[in-house]
Structure formats: structure tokens, C-alpha cells
């Protein structure tokens, strides 16, 4: 074997280790400010929904001393159930953060277990900001290296390679040395999973929330004295061969300091598969521009991303979780209803589409177009064609959503929820994170009042 | 997609639902029992190892109500922190039993998830014992799905499958309808994780302790209404294809309720990779019958089956973890001490090995032997080739430890980590546990005096 020091998860572990908040330019600084504003928007929405009932009725009972929030409720958990659950709330209708190039959600898990434990641990706003980046800096360079193939192969790609930001977050936060954060990521790698048979259900949550925990135990395991393989990720049977059919292993690695994953992560106005978002648009448009009713669409013709095809051709879906990555569905609600937002998403929505009739839908690939691009023909009963172009989907990296509208998210799913805490506050406390003395004062405005 | 009930994951689960202890034979029951008082020899043998401290000492805090117990300790938790503990110890060795057919050892997260919740739940001895062959059976078969493929690949069996049987045992214990069951196997497939690269370090430990913890969960998860895919298993994105380039679907259902997977279990008389066990025998007859010792050898060469070479082919290892899948390291001890117990795979006895010197051991890939077949030939400093021939370890199935050497490793495990606790009085417990009617009082005994 290699020297470890040599290998790309021990430069990665040690580049972590060392990570200060002064080595991290202010502009990846915002965009992480960005990320939390948006992540805690999701986690607001999402924190009411059945799965998330079922797992706080369930894990409840092996909850320690409950020193740790929930968002958007009053009951509280031990670190490892507040990771849990605030990753699978975040995460539930997958409205957080898409890393394009990999299409990860890579905050969920991220400050899941990070918020989780600065809560207990009392730690300043500073840390916290400093190991957010620092997590999600891992969990994306580790899906650069196994990307596209595992995604593709149909591994949930946020849960598995959300464990390690999850482990790289904490371990930050905890200041692990470079050994000990090495072999935080051997804990993270032995205990990576997920899968893409699960989207559109509740057992995707259940792998998203089991990163979160088990990233935060990976880096409390690692600090006390927990040891794993010298080449989690790079060695013969390690992470990235058995994952992939083609490593990139220089994604650990390359451009590490200068080149910041977190910038190319996007925002979600649609709680959609964010192969969805460029289909909305142009429904959008139609229904705007050319007052298109769904009644009057004899079949839909779109080219797109392969992935779009593979993973939102359901024309025969019948909940709200399924509902959102259909593409069918998503054409039909926005054809009726003129908008995209989370009750457009839900049972009762679906069962409207059901009823309504979702209209015919044939995919072309187009490999040469991103995820954000599409090109979609109507075509009416009454014989006439409308077409519409979508060089770049809300939202993504070309259209991003604005500050602003990244706040609007942020009370749109506190609304949505019901949430009665005070969100101009939470807000605020999020663009200053850094200024905070205990971070803890922030995540307990997101579980709002006793 | 086909009707669900049609689907092998489906139908599994409808078997495990509807199981009685009246439906399986009492020559299976049997072997059950045996199974069980070898699965408590090891995880008395392992409960004093660095990495069940390191794991107690992390997952502590992170317990609720301690109402179950920790075996070897005075130390209690809530059923997922013994279910995580005691499945580390159990298999922390690789001492533990062993299904040929696919090198998973079954039992470690079976009966750590079961008697973790079966205390908490006051739970009688028969439904233990029926839950106990409803786990293995399920982890089998899938392993068997996915074999050979799956674990040459580098998956960490043990790990991956086990959740499935963690999930099945608890869910034949609670009594989940078909339906549950269904989905307490997609909760189980959604944490299916672990890599044989973390073999020979804590870090493999970690994975069977989560696959315990993570089945139990799985289990009562899905009785409080967590759902998943439909074919969790069998569906494009399942499990088995993503784990497997060679599915054999037919495995998981073929013959059941007539072929029992617990039958083909075997136990091991040294604490080493299952690979190891025919060289350790080999040795032990050199150094008996010729008198051989480590100084005379100059080298050794070794046809076996592949999977001796591609496991065990480590000269250089430098713990007694490392130790027990070292063919090198096991030679050496074997032949300097003339035994095999728990003590000659310590950091100890490796060091002892590296300062006498490890033989040179060539491997001759012989793919028509089974595991438990090699013929070893060890070549003298004076010139001498002593050859033996080892058709079956023992340990293996065509030469099954008894029932008493059973009972004498459950003494041996006892004894080696200065257990205080009445093994006879668990011995005889275990070989009766259809007759308890509250199995607490059975694994308590496993605990020891406080």
C-alpha cells in the first residue's frame, strides 16, 4: 500500500482538519449562507409530513437526554434524532439545495448532524459556518469522483455520499486532527447507503436521516479512538470502485482550497426532482403566454437530459411524494392550478391530476442539454402546436433565485407548515451565522415556541 | 410494474409473517439452539475489545431508557445501543457462525436486534427462537441472491445482509403483517452498507453493529407506517442488482418453509477468517505428527480456493485484528504455540509472529476446492517437504463441532474476557429457550452479575 499520507482521502482528511473560516473567500462564505437560508426553508415545509411523524414516534424512545431542536416543533431530541430527523425534513420533498454536477442535495445531511451537535456542544456561529462549507466540501468532491455512473447505476447519491459531509461537518466542528478525520471517513464509508428504487418514498428519507446520524457518530467514533482502513475510498475494495464503474479519483482532491463545491450548488423554486424545474417553467409559460388549459393538451413532447426521462416518466403515480418527481403530474397541476408550490405536490393534488387526466407525455433524450434545459411542444385537441424553449430552468446555476427570494422560501415554508416561530428573526440570524456566540440560539428559532 | 404480491421480496415477506414454531422442525430448532449458544460464545469472547469501548463509550449518551442488556457487562442501553453492541461483539472475531454458502455470519445482528427488543419487550423464549430462524433465513436468502458476486465484489456480507435479518427477526417477533414486513425489508434495503476493505479494522465492526441497530429500526419503523418501493429488492433500482452482477432472483423464494438456510450454518473452533480454518488444521498436524516447528520452515505453499488467497494473503499485518485474516500470521502462531484460541489472534501474538519471522506462503488458486478444502505443503530449511491434506476443516460442515464443544467454546469465550456470570445456567437456558416465557431472563444471564 501507499503511504497514507499519500493517498487522496488523507490529503482530503487533512485539508479538513486544518480548514479556518479565514481561508474561505467571503463570496463562498455567502453562498453557504445561501445554502442554510434555503436548507432551513425546506426543513420548515417538510417537518409536518407523515414520515416525519413516523420516524419521531419511532426513534423517540432511543433518544438520550434531549439537548438538541427539531425544526418546526416543540418536542426535542438528543443530537443523533434532532440529525435524523432535520435531515429527512430538509430533505422530504426534495426542495434543498442540488449540487448540479453531481445531483447531490448535499446541506441536508450537512447541517442536519452539524446544527445538531453545535446545539449541545454550545459551539460559536463561526465554527459552525466554517465546518457547513467544509462538509459539504467533501460530500460533493466525493460524488464528483463516483459521479455519473453511481447516481446512474441507482444509488441515492444524497444519502451516500451525505454520511461523509455529515462526518466532515462534525469532525470540523470538533476539530478532529487529520488521522482522526481520515478515519471519520472510514466510519462514514462502511455505513454509506441508499437507493434510487426508494425516490417518491418514505424509506428515501430514512437513508438521508441515517446519514445525517451516522455522520455525526462517524466523527464523535473518530475522536474516540475508532480506526478504519488506511484507503476507505481509494483502496482495492474501498468506497469508489465498489460505487462506481468510473472513478475520477482527482475529484478528491483537485484545485482543493481554490475551487469551492458549494458554488456550484443551486436553489429549488419548485419542490420537484430538479429535473422537473425546466418542464414547470414551461408550463408556466404556456398557461401565462398562451393560456393553455390542461384540458385543451392532446400530448406533450419533451426533449430533455436523459435523466429527465428516467427518472420522472411516471404517468401512474397516486401520492404527493411520487407526485414530484412525475413528470406528468408536474405538467398537469400547473396546467390547472397556474403554480408550483408545496400544496401542488401533495396527495390531494395528485388525486386531482388523477382525475383531471395527466396528459401524454413522449421524452426525447438529448444528451447534449443539461439538467436545466429543455425544449417541450403542446399539442392541443384542436390541432395547434405551442412550443416553448427553456435554455435555463429557475433557479439554476445560469437563473439563480435571489437573496430575496431565497427569504421569500424561507417563510413560504414556514407558512406552509403552520410554523409560529418568528422567521424575519431566523433569518437574520442566518445571514449573520458567523457573528453568533452559540449557534444554538439560531437552530432553537427554527423550533419556534414551546 | 408486475402486482406486488407477485414479487419474491413480496412473497418473503408474506412467509415471515406467517411463521409459526409449529412450521419448522425440530431438528432446524435444533440447530437454532446451536446457533445460539455459539453467537453468545463470541459475543462473550469480544465484549471486552478496544472497539466495543470505544462504541459504548460514543453511543451512550445517545441512549434512552437503558432497559436492555450489553452481554459481558454490567452496562445496559436502550435496545438499538445493545442491539449496536452486542452484534460488534458477536461477529468482532469473525468467530461466529458462518453460512458456506455465502460466508455471511448470520447470527450476529439477528440475535443482537432480537434479544435487545425481546428484553425490552418481555418477550417468551418461543417467539425468540421463531423470530431467531425467521432472520437467518431472510439474510440468507438475499445473500444467497446476490452471490458470489456480491461479497468478491467487496461488499462486507455480514454487514449488508444483516440488516435484512435484523429486520426479519424483530418483524416476526412483533408480529408485522405481510405488509409491514414488506417494508420493513425497503427500510432494511435503504441502510444496507459495509466494505471488506474495513476487514481486520474496527471500522468493520461499525457496519455489523449499524446493521443490528438499523434492522431492529427498520422493524418498528414500518409498524408505525413507514413505507417504501414496492420491490425494494427485485425493482430496476433495487438491491440486488445494484449489489450483484450476477442476480439469482430464484434464491430468495425457491423451496421455502422446506429448505432451511440455518442447516447450512457452521461454527467455528478458531477465532480467524473462515478461509484460515483448514490452514490452522493443516499446521496443528504438522506440528504434531512431524514435530515441525516456525524455525525449521523456509516456505510454504498453499492450493485452496481463491477466496483463501484473495482474503488472507497479508505478510505484513501488524494487529491482532489484522491477525485473524492473515494465513501468514496463522501458520506462524500455530506453529510456534501449537493452538488457536482467542489469545494467538491478539496484537500480542502478532507481534510475536513479526519478531520470529512469518513464513513465505505461496497460494496455488484451486476454484473446484470449497472453502474448508486445502492441501499444505511446507518446504524445511533442511530440505524436507512435509505435505498434508486437509478434505474438510474442522468447523466445516462435513465436520460439525458437537453440541459439547459448542458448550466448551461458550466456556472459552467466558473465560477469556474474565466473565463473572453463571455460564452454565446460560448454557442451559439457551438449550431450552422455547421454554421461557420471558427470554429477559435468558440474555440477563448473558450479562453478568452487576
Known sequence: ?????????????????????????????????????????????????????????????????????????????????????????????????????????????????????????????????????????????????????????????TSTCGVFGAAAAVGSLIRLSPHQMLHAFSAAAVQSSGLVEALGTMAKSLSVGGAARNGLLSALLAKNGLTGPQAPLCGQHGLLRLHSDGVRVEALTGRLGALWEIGENTYKPYPVGVVVNPVIDACLQLRERDRLSLAEVASIEISGHPLLRQRTDRPDIATGREGQVSAQHAIAIVLLRGRAGLEEFSDQAVAETLAAGRP???????????????????????????????????????????????????????????????????????????????????????????
Not at 53 to 81: H, Y
Not at 409 to 429: I, N, Q, W, Y
Open 1 to 157: 500500500m501507499a503511504n497514507s499520507s499519500s493517498l487522496p482521502e488523507a490529503e482530503l482528511a487533512a485539508f479538513v482538519a486544518g480548514l479556518r473560516i479565514e481561508d474561505i473567500p467571503q463570496p463562498v462564505l455567502h453562498q453557504a449562507k445561501r445554502s442554510l437560508v434555503n436548507i432551513f426553508a425546506t426543513a420548515l415545509g417538510g417537518c409536518r409530513q407523515p414520515a416525519i411523524e413516523v420516524a419521531l414516534t419511532t426513534l423517540s424512545p432511543f433518544s438520550g437526554p434531549a439537548n438538541a431542536s427539531v425544526v418546526g416543533r416543540s418536542q426535542r431530541g438528543d443530537a443523533a434524532l434532532a440529525a435524523f430527523v432535520n435531515a429527512m425534513s430538509a430533505n422530504i420533498f426534495d426542495f434543498d439545495d442540488t449540487h448540479e454536477a453531481t445531483i447531490i442535495h448535499p446541506a441536508a445531511t450537512v447541517f442536519a448532524s452539524l446544527f445538531a451537535h453545535a446545539e449541545a456542544a454550545r459551539a460559536p456561529g463561526a465554527a459552525v459556518l466554517r465546518a457547513f462549507v467544509a462538509g459539504g466540501e467533501v460530500e460533493c468532491r466525493i460524488g464528483n469522483a463516483i459521479s455519473p455512473s453511481h447516481y446512474a447505476r441507482g444509488w441515492h447519491i
Open 360 to 450: 401524454r407525455v413522449r421524452f426525447q433524450d438529448d444528451p447534449s442539454r443539461d439538467i436545466a434545459s429543455i425544449a417541450l411542444t403542446a399539442r392541443t385537441r384542436d390541432g395547434r402546436e405551442l412550443a416553448v424553449t427553456i435554455p435555463a430552468a429557475l433557479g439554476s446555476r445560469k437563473q439563480p433565485l435571489s437573496d430575496a427570494q431565497l427569504e421569500a422560501k424561507l417563510f413560504e415554508g414556514a407558512r406552509f407548515s403552520g410554523f409560529r416561530g418568528e422567521v424575519r428573526r431566523l433569518a437574520d440570524a442566518l445571514w449573520r451565522l458567523e457573528e453568533a456566540e452559540d449557534a444554538s440560539q439560531v437552530i432553537r428559532l427554527a423550533a419556534g415556541p414551546a
